[in-house]
Structures are given as structure tokens and as C-alpha cells.
């Protein structure tokens, strides 16, 4: 075994966590995300679309631990990103410029992110141009949660609690309260909270929990669970009703990303690459893309959503997709149409989890810039901690 002097483990020490993407993540590994996975490849309708709305996205790549924010700056594409452990459920509170990404490893984290004040002679030349999300809290939680989606209920935040069939409300201190389940997991000896059984993975946020809508892989307890390779997951996925607590669309294959837009449910059908809404109980498909839908936000007409590769021990979940075929990318869809109108691809990527977005005048991103791999100024960034509103 090597030995080292006093001296050499002094100057060993004082090098290490330096970087700043290592301290907010808590992970030594942080700041050494590979240049390929942050490669992409946008058509030009793509940036058209997010240049008219006048937006930023954020889009969570949870197996590849990354958070990517994508905008355009001064008429050019901007991809900033931050390294943060498999993230999975995203949302942006527009009403007080909060960001809100849960972390669903063992325990559950979430954070939360504020834009920084632009200005400061401490600023990096960007960062003195517009401001860019930078965290300030994080909370920790039970792993047995099993956080998947994010909403905010008046001024609560909330979450899908898979791993108990329930959505919980979630508070700064890492506490929770379960507030809503289906019917199907009570029983004579009451709710079934001890295990996953019906994979209850999104929530289509209206202006309570009991106005809400959410999507499951199963609407029944069986012996075998949503996360075993033999479970079967073909057209028995389900959308819940808040008020009924009561299936009122099925027929779906591991549904994901249940949203609302004026009077339609949206939701991506995962195991089939497909993007619909619920009519008459039943999926209306709007367009079917190359690879397991799930991530959606919806922007004035346009439907952002995306696609992830599927990994190949778990194909069993994808009958309706040519698995060799699937793509990690987010697309541009008109809501009218169907038609794509642009996508962003990453070559290399994964899977995709989680999409929201903001007004560009309040944030175009997150710190570290794609096109350097990290912000020249970071420490200067991290340093400042001005923040708006």
C-alpha cells in the first residue's frame, strides 16, 4: 500500500472540492461530465419555436445525472446544464420564479433554485447579461417515497410518492404528508402504503390535489410489482381521476407526464412512443414519436416532449416501440396538428424524465455553458448569491 508524507495528503486535501458543480450536488463526480453527453444537434424549426415563445426549457436526463436548460440568447442556441444526482421530477413556479428538481435516489432529495440577480462587478460578462437559476436549499426525504413528478398546490409543493401509491405534500424541513391515493389500493385493513404496486408515476396539476388527474401502470394490486421484468404492463396503464379517485382512461402501456391545457388531459403513452389526449376514456393519439415518450409541457400551442432510449433489460416495457430505433431528444409538436415543427437531439443520451419552462427575461439556464463545459466565471457566480424577487 502507498504511503504518503504529511506535505503530499495536506496539498491532496487542499484541492479537493473546489469545483463548484461538486459542492452543490454533494458529489465528487460532479465535475467531470463528459463533453459527449452534452452534445446535441437542433433542426432550425426547433429554435424558431423556443425563439418565438420567448422561453427556456429544463429537461431532466435522470440517468445520466445532468439538468439541462436550453434557450436562445441574443438570436444564438444556449445549453447551460448542471450535474445533479439522477434527477427525475421538474416544475417551474412561474407565479415566484422558483425551481423545484427532485433527486429520487435513497433518501429522496429536492431542490430548490432561484434566478441571481443580474449585475455585480463579482458577475462573470454572462451572468452580468441575464439571469441564470442557481440553487439555495435542498431538502431531504424518505427513499421509500420514491419521488417521480413534481406540482404545486397553492403555495405547497408536492409529489408522486410511487413507492407508497400516493401523492404526498412535502415541506422544507423534509417532512411529508400523504393527501391523496386511488381507490384500488384500500383494503379491509386500509390503504396499501408499504410497497409500489401500481407504479403512480405523474400528476396533471390543477388547483388542488382532488382537481388533479395522475397516471399509473395498474389500476389493482397483483403479486407481481410495477419494477419486476415479468410484470405485465400492455394496455393496462390508467389515468386516475382526483375527484372519483377512480380510473377515466385506460387501455394505456406505462403512462407518464399526465398535463392539463384548458380542457384536455394530455399524457405520453409510453411503451407505445405515443403523445394523446383523453377522449370519451380513451387515448386520442395526436402524433407517435421514435422512442418512450415521457417529459411534456405545454406552451401557448405548442406540446414540448420527449423521448428516451430504452434500456434494454427493461424493452419488456416497450411493446409498441422498435427499441434499437428510440431516441433521446424533446421535441416542438403543434397542438392542433400534431406536426413536428423541430426537435433537439442528443446523440448520446439517455433518458429523459421531466420538462418545464420559464420566460427567457427571467432565466435563460443554469450555470455551466456547454459551449466551455464550465462557466469561466463559475466561482464568481457561486460567490455573488444576489438573487431576484
Same mark, same amino acid.
Given at each position: 500500500?502507498?504511503?504518503?508524507?504529511?506535505?503530499?495528503?495536506?496539498?491532496?486535501?487542499?484541492?479537493?472540492?473546489?469545483?463548484?458543480?461538486?459542492?452543490?450536488?454533494?458529489?465528487?463526480?460532479?465535475?467531470?461530465?463528459?463533453?459527449?453527453?452534452?452534445?446535441?444537434?437542433?433542426? $432550425?424549426?426547433?429554435?424558431?419555436?423556443?425563439?418565438?415563445?420567448?422561453?427556456?426549457?429544463?429537461?431532466?436526463?435522470?440517468?445520466?445525472?445532468?439538468?439541462?436548460?436550453?434557450?436562445?440568447?441574443?438570436?444564438?442556441?444556449?445549453?447551460? !446544464?448542471?450535474?445533479?444526482?439522477?434527477?427525475?421530477?421538474?416544475?417551474?413556479?412561474?407565479?415566484?420564479?422558483?425551481?423545484?428538481?427532485?433527486?429520487?435516489?435513497?433518501?429522496? /432529495?429536492?431542490?430548490? !433554485?432561484? $434566478?441571481?440577480?443580474?449585475?455585480?462587478?463579482?458577475?462573470?460578462?454572462?451572468?452580468?447579461?441575464?439571469?441564470?437559476?442557481?440553487?439555495?436549499?435542498?431538502?431531504?426525504?424518505?427513499?421509500?417515497?420514491?419521488?417521480?413528478?413534481?406540482?404545486?398546490?397553492?403555495?405547497?409543493?408536492?409529489?408522486?410518492?410511487?413507492?407508497?401509491?400516493?401523492?404526498?405534500?412535502?415541506?422544507?424541513?423534509?417532512?411529508?404528508?400523504?393527501?391523496?391515493?386511488?381507490?384500488?389500493?384500500?383494503?379491509?385493513?386500509?390503504?396499501?402504503?408499504?410497497?409500489?404496486?401500481?407504479?403512480?408515476?405523474?400528476?396533471?396539476?390543477?388547483?388542488t390535489p382532488r382537481d388533479s388527474y395522475y397516471s399509473a401502470s395498474s389500476c389493482g394490486i397483483d403479486r407481481r410489482r410495477p419494477g419486476h421484468l415479468n410484470y405485465p404492463v400492455d394496455?393496462?396503464?390508467?389515468?386516475?381521476?382526483?375527484?372519483?379517485?377512480?380510473?377515466?382512461?385506460?387501455?394505456?402501456?406505462?403512462?407518464?407526464?399526465?398535463?392539463?391545457?384548458?380542457?384536455?388531459?394530455?399524457?405520453?403513452?409510453?411503451?407505445?412512443?405515443?403523445?394523446?389526449?383523453?377522449?370519451?376514456?380513451?387515448?386520442?393519439?395526436?402524433?407517435?414519436?421514435?422512442?418512450?415518450?415521457?417529459?411534456l409541457c405545454i406552451v401557448k400551442d405548442i406540446i414540448f416532449a420527449a423521448t428516451s432510449r430504452v434500456i434494454p433489460r427493461f424493452a419488456c416495457y416497450a411493446p409498441g416501440l422498435d427499441?434499437?430505433?428510440?431516441?433521446?431528444?424533446?421535441?416542438?409538436?403543434?397542438?392542433?396538428?400534431?406536426?413536428?415543427?423541430?426537435?433537439?437531439?442528443?446523440?448520446?443520451?439517455? /433518458?429523459?424524465?421531466?420538462?418545464?419552462?420559464?420566460?427567457?427575461?427571467?432565466?435563460?439556464?443554469?450555470?455551466?455553458?456547454?459551449?466551455?463545459?464550465?462557466?469561466?466565471?463559475?466561482?464568481?457566480? !457561486?460567490?455573488?448569491?444576489?438573487?431576484?424577487?
Amino acid at each position: 500500500m502507498k504511503t504518503f508524507s504529511r506535505q503530499q495528503l495536506w496539498a491532496h486535501h487542499s484541492q479537493e472540492w473546489r469545483e463548484p458543480a461538486q459542492i452543490v450536488s454533494q458529489w465528487r463526480d460532479a465535475g467531470s461530465t463528459p463533453k459527449s453527453m452534452l452534445s446535441a444537434k437542433g433542426t $432550425p424549426g426547433w429554435w424558431e419555436a423556443l425563439e418565438r415563445l420567448g422561453i427556456t426549457l429544463f429537461v431532466t436526463r435522470e440517468y445520466e445525472h445532468l439538468v439541462i436548460g436550453i434557450s436562445v440568447l441574443d438570436g444564438s442556441p444556449h445549453i447551460t !446544464f448542471l450535474p445533479l444526482p439522477h434527477p427525475s421530477g421538474l416544475i417551474v413556479d412561474r407565479k415566484r420564479n422558483h425551481l423545484f428538481i427532485a433527486s429520487t435516489r435513497n433518501p429522496n /432529495q429536492v431542490y430548490t !433554485f432561484r $434566478p441571481i440577480q443580474p449585475g455585480g462587478r463579482r458577475l462573470n460578462s454572462f451572468a452580468k447579461r441575464r439571469a441564470v437559476f442557481l440553487p439555495v436549499q435542498t431538502a431531504f426525504y424518505p427513499g421509500a417515497l420514491y419521488i417521480h413528478d413534481l406540482a404545486i398546490f397553492g403555495d405547497a409543493l408536492h409529489a408522486n410518492a410511487a413507492g407508497q401509491n400516493a401523492v404526498v405534500r412535502l415541506d422544507a424541513e423534509g417532512n411529508f404528508k400523504r393527501v391523496w391515493w386511488p381507490k384500488c389500493i384500500e383494503s379491509a385493513h386500509g390503504p396499501v402504503f408499504s410497497k409500489n404496486h401500481i407504479q403512480l408515476n405523474s400528476i396533471g396539476g390543477g388547483a388542488t390535489p382532488r382537481d388533479s388527474y395522475y397516471s399509473a401502470s395498474s389500476c389493482g394490486i397483483d403479486r407481481r410489482r410495477p419494477g419486476h421484468l415479468n410484470y405485465p404492463v400492455d394496455r393496462r396503464g390508467v389515468i386516475f381521476s382526483g375527484k372519483t379517485r377512480e380510473p377515466i382512461c385506460t387501455g394505456l402501456t406505462r403512462p407518464h407526464s399526465v398535463r392539463l391545457s384548458g380542457r384536455r388531459i394530455w399524457v405520453a403513452n409510453s411503451g407505445y412512443g405515443e403523445l394523446g389526449f383523453v377522449n370519451q376514456g380513451k387515448l386520442e393519439v395526436v402524433t407517435r414519436l421514435p422512442g418512450w415518450t415521457r417529459g411534456l409541457c405545454i406552451v401557448k400551442d405548442i406540446i414540448f416532449a420527449a423521448t428516451s432510449r430504452v434500456i434494454p433489460r427493461f424493452a419488456c416495457y416497450a411493446p409498441g416501440l422498435d427499441v434499437d430505433a428510440s431516441r433521446c431528444a424533446v421535441y416542438a409538436i403543434c397542438s392542433k396538428t400534431g406536426s413536428v415543427l423541430g426537435r433537439l437531439e442528443w446523440p448520446l443520451g439517455n /433518458q429523459v424524465f421531466a420538462i418545464d419552462w420559464i420566460e427567457s427575461q427571467t432565466s435563460v439556464g443554469l450555470p455551466f455553458d456547454i459551449r466551455s463545459h464550465r462557466t469561466a466565471g463559475a466561482n464568481a457566480l !457561486f460567490s455573488t448569491f444576489g438573487f431576484t424577487g
